[in-house]
């Protein structure tokens, strides 16, 4: 069934049909540009929204970034950024795709309708024209037939009339038979027109009509084809970015379940944790002991078993000393804020000649050799520090990052340099063999200035190298003391030693400083280091290992009073780090010396 034979005459309807097609066409244009215009406004929202909550940081800088709930939040925004970029990519495939092909499709269609249709006007026209001339030659024809049959009418009266003359008769005659003849040729030419307007009329209706209208419905069939396929691209967009937009989604759903809380918590320790030792307990001052103090309570006292007795903390009592009667050398001490300890104390304690209280002077050396913790109020008062070069004014921990971090990128600049001077070599060997490729001469200051970088970077790789192992050893002193001060039990409480140990003890010390009154007075260091010397004889030295240590790195020895070793090498551990970064170790070939305990992986017994 088609429209030329079932609407034959339905011209007007048919012209409204395709009229409303044509405009349905132009809606649904208009619909996906408004369509296209929202997603876009959509995606650029989502990009600002993106944008806007994004770190303005960079992530290298940021150490925010190290934990999986920052992590997380930056994919599931990137996440969003990409899903942005989706329905931009859906508005650009409805603009292309849709909006242009389909407003240009239906120029297209308004311009055949309006062919197909001044052809119908213009068959419609002719075949009025064709139906004008047919009436027209009717009315004549009939004009024609009445004015013979009054002519004949005319002739026949005066033809019986006695009166009339027979020159009257004749015309009237001459004048029936002319309009007789009239009469005849508009019978014919009307009987003419009347067969051109049938056959007109016939090839308007079963030929001429049905082929315009047969073109307009195939005009509107394919319209109607195509804007479904328009409808379907509608559809097709969205579902070509659904794979996308469903592993953004997934992509969320993976940030959301990194989150790992315990491990967040394991990053805030190593982003600030100080490496400084807790304090200890603080120590009770007797403000009564001068008053209740014998005469004999300046000297020590002495144990029953003849020896003596260090009336002071308990952690100066466990303290063993390198500079003994044996004068073993050790490697200078580290202080909690770097660098070796001062071999002199300022306003040091004096030695036992000089007559002052000896618990007085193990109280001070006490609290000048041990490492002290600041208090929280010096770590807020500290931030405002001066910044050095080896980050001493950093908390241990955090002192031993930065210097491994500068190390590092010191390890990839020198690298970088290392590779360029190579490069540089190579070119030059090239233009020594080809002259006509360039001068070998022009490289030479280039290759220069890249040995003075390697020289220049490896004098600071060296430096914070040592810098670096400085640090170690400190952030293991304190972690060690930290440790020990958990451990240890509680200091027992002082007690007056027998009146038999101090007079003894009295008596002793005083023939000493009778016996050395004749002598020049010592130094500082001296009486530092006579000090020392009186602990040392208090005890005993181990002549057997107290546990195993394995070297993880090489160690050279240069100093005095250390040993060299090899990585990987077993070593017997003959005495604990004692807070300040150096074990005393046994080698199986012979050989005792002090190495770093940050160069060892120890195992006790």
Same mark, same amino acid.
């Given at each position: 069934?088609?429209?030329?034979?079932?609407?034959?005459?339905?011209?007007?309807?048919?012209?409204?049909?395709?009229?409303?097609?044509?405009?349905?066409?132009?809606?649904?244009?208009?619909?996906?540009?408004?369509?296209?215009?929202?997603?876009?406004?959509?995606?650029?929202?989502?990009?600002?929204?993106?944008?806007?909550?994004?770190?303005?940081?960079?992530?290298?800088?940021?150490?925010?970034?190290?934990?999986?709930?920052?992590?997380?939040?930056?994919?599931?925004?990137?996440?969003?950024?990409?899903?942005?970029?989706?329905?931009?990519?859906?508005?650009?495939?409805?603009?292309?795709?849709?909006?242009?092909?389909?407003?240009?499709?239906?120029?297209e269609m308004k311009q055949e309708r309006k062919m197909h249709f001044?052809?119908?006007?213009?068959?419609?026209?002719?075949?009025?024209?064709?139906?004008?001339?047919?009436?027209?030659?009717?009315?004549?024809?009939?004009?024609?037939?009445?004015?013979?049959?009054?002519?004949?009418?005319?002739?026949?009266?005066?033809?019986?009339?006695?009166?009339?003359?027979?020159?009257?008769?004749?015309?009237?005659?001459?004048?029936?038979?002319?309009?007789?003849?009239?009469?005849?040729?508009?019978?014919?030419?009307?009987?003419?027109?009347?067969?051109?307007?049938?056959?007109?009329?016939?090839?308007?209706?079963?030929?001429?009509?049905?082929?315009?209208?047969?073109?307009?419905?195939?005009?509107?069939?394919?319209?109607?084809?195509?804007?479904?396929?328009?409808?379907?691209?509608?559809?097709?967009?969205?579902?070509?970015?659904?794979?996308?937009?469903?592993?953004?989604?997934?992509?969320?759903?993976?940030?959301?379940?990194?989150?790992?809380?315990?491990?967040?918590?394991?990053?805030?320790?190593?982003?600030?944790? !100080?490496?400084? /030792?807790?304090? =200890?307990? +603080?120590?009770? $001052? *007797? #403000? %009564?002991?001068?008053?209740?103090?014998?005469?004999?309570?300046?000297?020590?006292?002495?144990?029953?078993?003849?020896?003596?007795?260090?009336?002071?903390?308990?952690?100066?009592?466990?303290?063993?000393?390198?500079?003994?009667?044996?004068?073993?050398?050790?490697?200078?001490?580290?202080?909690?804020?770097?660098?070796?300890?001062?071999?002199?104390?300022?306003?040091?304690?004096?030695?036992?000649?000089?007559?002052?209280?000896?618990?007085?002077?193990?109280?001070?050396?006490?609290?000048?050799?041990?490492?002290?913790?600041?208090?929280?109020? !010096?770590?807020? /008062?500290?931030? =405002?520090? +001066?910044?050095? $070069? *080896? #980050? %001493?004014?950093?908390?241990?921990?955090?002192?031993?990052?930065?210097?491994?971090?500068?190390?590092?990128?010191?390890?990839?600049?020198?690298?970088?340099?290392?590779?360029?001077?190579?490069?540089?070599?190579?070119?030059?060997?090239?233009?020594?063999?080809?002259?006509?490729?360039?001068?070998?001469?022009?490289?030479?200051p280039q290759i220069t200035e890249t040995l003075r970088n390697i020289?220049?970077?490896?004098?600071?790789?060296?430096?914070?190298?040592?810098?670096?192992?400085?640090?170690?050893?400190?952030?293991?002193?304190?972690?060690?003391? !930290?440790?020990?001060?958990?451990?240890?039990?509680?200091?027992?409480?002082?007690?007056?030693?027998?009146?038999?140990?101090?007079?003894?003890?009295?008596?002793?010390?005083?023939?000493?400083?009778?016996?050395?009154?004749?002598?020049?007075?010592?130094?500082?260091?001296?009486?530092?280091?006579?000090?020392?010397?009186?602990?040392?004889?208090?005890?005993?030295?181990?002549?057997?290992?107290?546990?195993?240590?394995?070297?993880?790195?090489?160690?050279?020895?240069?100093?005095?009073?250390?040993?060299?070793?090899?990585?990987?090498?077993?070593?017997?551990?003959?005495?604990?780090?004692?807070?300040?970064?150096?074990?005393?170790?046994?080698?199986?070939?012979?050989?005792?010396?002090?190495?770093?305990?940050?160069?060892?992986?120890?195992?006790?017994?």
């Amino acid at each position: 069934m088609d429209w030329g034979t079932e609407l034959w005459d339905q011209f007007e309807v048919l012209e409204r049909h395709t009229q409303w097609g044509l405009d349905l066409l132009d809606r649904y244009v208009k619909f996906v540009k408004e369509r296209t215009e929202v997603e876009q406004a959509y995606a650029k929202q989502l990009r600002s929204l993106v944008k806007k909550y994004l770190p303005k940081r960079p992530t290298k800088d940021d150490p925010e970034s190290k934990f999986s709930q920052q992590q997380s939040f930056i994919q599931l925004l990137q996440e969003v950024n990409d899903f942005a970029g989706q329905r931009e990519l859906v508005a650009e495939n409805l603009s292309v795709r849709v909006c242009l092909e389909l407003a240009k499709y239906s120029q297209e269609m308004k311009q055949e309708r309006k062919m197909h249709f001044q052809e119908g006007r213009r068959a419609q026209q002719q075949l009025e024209n064709g139906f004008k001339q047919l009436e027209n030659s009717k009315r004549k024809f009939e004009r024609d037939c009445r004015e013979a049959e009054k002519a004949a009418q005319t002739a026949e009266r005066l033809d019986q009339d006695i009166n009339a003359t027979k020159a009257d008769v004749e015309k009237a005659k001459q004048q029936a038979h002319l309009r007789n003849h009239m009469a005849e040729e508009s019978k014919n030419e009307y009987a003419a027109q009347l067969q051109r307007f049938n056959r007109d009329q016939a090839h308007f209706y079963f030929s001429q009509m049905p082929q315009i209208f047969d073109k307009l419905q195939d005009m509107d069939e394919r319209r109607a084809t195509h804007l479904g396929a328009g409808y379907g691209l509608l559809s097709e967009a969205e579902l070509q970015v659904v794979p996308i937009i469903a592993k953004c989604l997934e992509g969320m759903k993976v940030a959301a379940d990194a989150v790992d809380a315990k491990n967040d918590s394991q990053v805030l320790i190593e982003l600030h944790k !100080s490496g400084f /030792a807790r304090p =200890g307990d +603080v120590e009770f $001052e *007797d #403000f %009564s002991q001068p008053m209740n103090r014998a005469p004999s309570d300046s000297s020590l006292g002495t144990p029953s078993d003849g020896r003596a007795e260090l009336r002071g903390s308990g952690r100066i009592r466990a303290k063993r000393w390198p500079f003994g009667k044996k004068n073993k050398p050790r490697p200078p001490s580290l202080s909690p804020l770097g660098g070796p300890l001062p071999s002199v104390l300022p306003n040091g304690p004096p030695s036992p000649r000089s007559g002052r209280d000896p618990l007085a002077i193990l109280s001070e050396i006490s609290k000048s050799v041990k490492p002290r913790l600041a208090s929280f109020r !010096s770590f807020r /008062a500290g931030r =405002g520090a +001066v910044v050095t $070069e *080896d #980050f %001493s004014h950093l908390p241990p921990e955090q002192q031993r990052k930065r210097l491994q971090q500068q190390l590092e990128e010191r390890n990839r600049e020198l690298q970088k340099e290392v590779d360029q001077r190579e490069a540089l070599k190579k070119m030059k060997d090239v233009y020594e063999k080809t002259p006509q490729m360039g001068d070998p001469a022009s490289l030479e200051p280039q290759i220069t200035e890249t040995l003075r970088n390697i020289e220049r970077l490896k004098l600071e790789v060296q430096k914070y190298e040592a810098w670096l192992a400085e640090a170690e050893s400190r952030v293991l002193s304190n972690r060690g003391d !930290s440790l020990n001060r958990q451990t240890r039990p509680p200091d027992p409480p002082a007690s007056a030693p027998p009146a038999s140990s101090s007079s003894s003890s009295s008596s002793n010390s005083g023939s000493q400083e009778n016996k050395e009154s004749s002598e020049e007075p010592p130094s500082e260091e001296a009486q530092d280091t006579s000090i020392y010397t009186e602990f040392d004889e208090e005890f005993e030295e181990p002549t057997s290992p107290i546990g195993q240590c394995v070297a993880i790195y090489h160690f050279e020895g240069s100093s005095e009073g250390t040993i060299s070793m090899a990585e990987g090498e077993d070593l017997s551990l003959m005495e604990e780090d004692k807070g300040d970064g150096w074990t005393r170790v046994r080698r199986k070939q012979g050989g005792e010396g002090y190495v770093p305990t940050s160069y060892l992986r120890v195992t006790l017994h």
